[in-house]
């Protein structure tokens, strides 16, 4: 038994651009933001054991890990599943604290899976260490998610949204302008049928790259002779959504938000209608803030089905909800 004590911190990530399109190999512009998970502990023994000051009841569980999806409370299966993907067999002793508002778009799963990474001794790139997140996601979920949540985690950068190729995993930092102000609004709805609609979206997707290829680079009019109309919608939004992204991540560097936030409208009405992932509230909610003075555009952000949207305003703009910056990315500190 080491007894190092260490301090992990992970942040957790809002999405400018770029919504299903990370588990088809496409574009997205996440980032960091200053809101994060911190996990305060004592390493050593052969139990992760964990509290948390903002979700009652604690975790604990042995090492190895058999089954991370029966862990309870089920915050804890975001830790086993990443115990288990690490093969950890030095345990924890110690607390979970974060001021990531849980369940609402801002990551705060992955946040919580980064930190335990670190905190379980992880020493991979932020890459590696966010393809092991991924897949203890997966693990403790079920559901077959993308990259994007992790690797914003893991390798965000001050004042910086992330441009991600998640077909090469090329991340290219995008500086977010000064006069740029980002706010993450909730719809008040939670997020209903994320996990069997997720699946069968990508699902969806996948029967039609089986026709087109990849469709980040699918040829549109390939996409408008699909013969199934489900298929035809959601490649048409992956590939007019990448599009979008890599148009957006240049006028964002060249501080143009009309334009950004013309971008992000669009995105939303892609996510709606072609992707069906958005809900009357969230469309409601989209549509006020882009009738609001000083917003230049807004957008449900993450999975759908509920959450929050994002919203690109101007400086002294108020909305009801977070501000949010863009942070730097995970880190872990030996105390002693
Ligand atoms: C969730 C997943 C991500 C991504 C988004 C949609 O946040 O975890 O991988 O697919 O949905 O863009």
Redesign the pocket.
């Known amino acids: 038994m080491s007894g190092a004590r260490v301090l992990a911190t992970a942040p957790g990530r809002v999405?400018l651009i770029?919504?299903?399109?990370?588990?088809m190999g496409g574009l997205?512009l996440p980032m960091a933001v200053q809101l994060g998970t911190t996990i305060t502990a004592t390493r050593g023994g052969d139990r992760v054991e964990l509290s948390s000051a903002q979700v009652p009841g604690a975790v604990s569980f042995g090492l190895p890990v058999k089954d991370a999806t029966t862990v309870e409370p089920s915050w804890g299966r975001y830790v086993a599943g990443v115990a288990a993907e690490l093969g950890a067999t030095q345990g924890l002793s110690g607390t979970v604290e974060s001021d990531v508002p849980l369940g609402s778009?801002l990551?705060s799963s992955?946040a919580l899976e980064v930190a335990a990474a670190l905190a379980l001794g992880d020493d991979g790139t932020p890459l590696e260490v966010a393809r092991r997140c991924?897949l203890a996601?997966q693990r403790a979920t079920g559901?077959p998610?993308?990259?994007?949540?992790q690797l914003a985690s893991a390798a965000g950068v001050e004042g910086h949204a992330l441009l991600i190729d998640c077909a090469t995993l090329d991340i290219t930092p995008v500086p977010v302008p000064d006069q740029a102000r980002i706010w993450v609004v909730h719809s008040g709805q939670e997020r209903q049928l994320v996990s069997s609609a997720?699946a069968d979206r990508r699902a969806e997707c996948e029967r039609a790259a089986a026709v087109l290829g990849p469709l980040p680079a699918a040829d549109p009019a390939d996409i408008e002779a699909l013969a199934d109309p489900v298929e035809r919608a959601r490649a048409r939004h992956v590939r007019s959504e990448c599009d979008r992204v890599r148009r957006f991540a240049r006028v964002l560097a060249t501080g143009d938000l009309t334009t950004a936030g013309q971008l992000m409208r669009a995105s939303h009405d892609s996510l709606r209608d072609d992707f069906e992932v958005s809900t009357p509230v969230l469309d409601e909610l989209v549509d006020e803030l882009c009738t609001h003075d000083g917003v230049f555009g807004a957008r449900l952000t993450?999975?759908?089905f509920g959450g929050c949207v994002v919203a690109l305003a101007a400086p002294g703009v108020e909305l009801p909800g977070w501000q949010v910056h863009a942070a730097a990315g995970a880190r872990v500190e030996l105390l002693d």
Do not use: K, P, R
Not at 18 to 23: A, S, V
Not at 145 to 149: E, K, N
């Open positions: 999405n770029g919504d299903h399109t990370d588990y997205v778009g990551s992955a991924q996601e559901v998610c993308g990259i994007m949540d997720y993450g999975a759908g």
